[in-house]
């Protein structure tokens, strides 16, 4: 059975060409026991002024879509 960290890192891996498409990236920094993943958006996407919309319309309705004991996905500071 995978971890949790495990399973958000291979939803990551299957919408990451999508960001990428966009000239971004998205790198798991963290799940805590919470279940709140913390992500880094890169490239295009770490300045974006739609990044924000992005995480939270995108990788965490994802996210939470694949894994449903995920609470939310946060973009690492």
Not at 30 to 38: A, E, F, I, Y
Not at 50 to 70: A, C, F, H
């Amino acid at each position: 059975m995978k971890s949790i960290k495990e399973r958000v890192q291979d939803v990551l891996e299957k919408i990451r060409p999508a960001i990428q498409g966009d000239g971004g990236d998205v790198e798991l920094v963290d799940v805590d026991d919470s279940n709140v993943v913390t992500v880094r958006l890169t490239g295009a996407c770490a300045g974006c002024p739609m990044s924000q919309m992005t995480l939270k319309n995108g990788i965490e309705r994802i996210v939470k879509q694949e894994i449903p004991e995920i609470e939310s996905v946060e973009a690492a500071q």
